[in-house]
């Protein structure tokens, strides 16, 4: 009952809106109502996802890890260490991937690392490029971060064209950084700051239509995404 409550009735769903018109995006927290939509999307994508993604454990997809996952989530924001959001369409609420702001740093770093995945049916159409512009909105505005970081593969090439499309910078390689599809592997070190939003030169500035539209609400249907319609991994 109390994981029901953490992310229905009892406390307000946060919500993000990224982009305008038919491309609108509405990032909102996971819920318990998404794991049909969440499982199918994922499995129809496992193949599309694992060179990029942990190796998925035997339960993956089961109601009982994905409760677990949400139990995780809840105690996450609770404690201002993760900010989990999955990503649908506004226009018909179709699940389309999700984005996380994990390994929340306060003190003198105000820094998060930025991760994401994209449904194998939904990816080369923009949607991350917008639900990323949202999210730094979110870190540097709501959040009050200094700085926002993100890691890839060296062959990932679509990643790191998504994270310099936002206005990262490359700072370095990290040797055997990540256990990906069962393999130590090697990554990209990206990272964009709240200052950088001024910089016109060299990158992309995060501009006032594509600013995360921060909303607290509860959907009116606990049944239904609200207002309509994780590379977690680095």
Not at 173 to 193: N, S, V
């Amino acid at each position: 009952m109390s994981l029901f409550r953490a992310f229905s009735g009892s406390e307000p769903v946060r919500t993000l809106i990224a982009g305008e018109g038919e491309n609108a995006l509405m990032l909102r927290q996971p819920q318990p109502q998404d794991h049909a939509q969440w499982a199918a999307l994922r499995e129809a994508s496992h193949a599309f996802l694992q060179p990029w993604e942990p190796l998925w454990a035997g339960d993956e997809l089961s109601r009982a890890s994905y409760r677990r996952r949400l139990r995780r989530y809840a105690r996450e924001m609770r404690e201002d260490r993760a900010y989990p959001f999955f990503l649908f369409r506004l226009a018909d609420g179709v699940l389309v991937g999700g984005a996380t702001l994990s390994n929340i740093r306060r003190g003198v770093a105000q820094a998060a690392s930025l991760g994401y995945w994209m449904g194998a049916p939904h990816a080369g159409r923009g949607h991350m490029s917008r639900a990323v512009q949202a999210l730094l909105g979110f870190a540097f505005s709501e959040l009050s971060l200094h700085r926002v970081e993100a890691a890839c593969l060296p062959h990932n090439v679509a990643s790191q064209r998504l994270l310099e499309k936002a206005g990262f910078c490359r700072e370095g390689y990290a040797r055997r950084y990540l256990r990906i599809a069962g393999e130590w592997q090697d990554h990209l070190l990206f990272a964009r700051l709240a200052s950088d939003t001024a910089a016109p030169q060299g990158l992309a500035t995060i501009s006032a239509a594509s600013v995360a539209v921060w909303q607290a609400q509860v959907p009116a249907d606990p049944g239904a995404p609200a207002g309509a319609g994780e590379k977690e991994i680095l």
